[in-house]
């Protein structure tokens, strides 16, 4: 497994996460313009949040999910050490020292060399 210092902490968003599996019905907005990879996804509930654009069939409007995500950001603090599983669209799917795991902006992190962290 690879690790990471967090070197700018990370806040979650103040609204629940989403999941989407794929085959579900979306309604696609604007992208985000401080993440432009990113577009305002809606689901059939209703719920809201920032999915990566290339997971859909299309750009804006109406469009089926390609694969399953889930929106869910990790809290982090500077210094703390997360343990990497995967990237997508500048940012990395986590693990914290407790087990919780999220999303993390790339930019708020320091890769390790593979020995670093080990302990983490």
Known sequence: MRHARVVVSHNAPDRPPIRLARGDAVQLGD???GWPE???TTIAE????????????REQG???ALDDYDTRELDTQADEVV???YELAG???A???????????ARSLELLDDN?????
Request: without cysteine; hydrophobic residues 40%.
């Open 31 to 33: 992208r985000d313009t």
């Open 38 to 40: 990113f577009v305002w």
């Open 46 to 57: 209703g719920h809201e949040g920032w999915v990566p654009a290339k997971l859909f069939d």
């Open 62 to 64: 109406p469009a089926t």
């Open 83 to 85: 343990t990497l599983q």
């Open 91 to 93: 940012w990395w799917w």
């Open 95 to 105: 693990r914290n020292a407790l087990g919780h795991q999220g999303w993390i902006p």
């Open 116 to 120: 670093d962290g080990e302990d983490a």
